[in-house]
């Protein structure tokens, strides 16, 4: 699977875009056949995040996010290219977050944001 690299920056659930790789239309990108997107998004400790994720229709998206230590703090793994996660984040730091496309035949738009 290729992986891609973006950055979110997160302060006090406000939500800022600084794209790593390419240029950001709005916040939303495309996820390449079998391919991994990630993300690294730096959260303030003590308050609840919710992380949204909505897809173009066209395949299967995972979601998962991952606490400054590597400790998975929430996934979804539905059956659809939309995805919520809330997690509490207990600590302050770089948090990474990974869009799974499991198709191994079509790309998928999508838009991702964090309160």
Known sequence: MRTRIMALTV??????????TKAWDGGVTVVRPGTIDILTATVVADHWVTLGLVGDGDTDLDLYVYDPFGRLVGFDE???DDCLIRFYA???????IKVVNRSKLFSNRFAIAID
């Open 11 to 20: 302060l006090a659930g406000v939500l800022g875009v600084v794209p790593a």
């Open 78 to 80: 539905g059956a659809t």
């Open 90 to 96: 207990r600590y302050t730091g770089t948090y990474t």
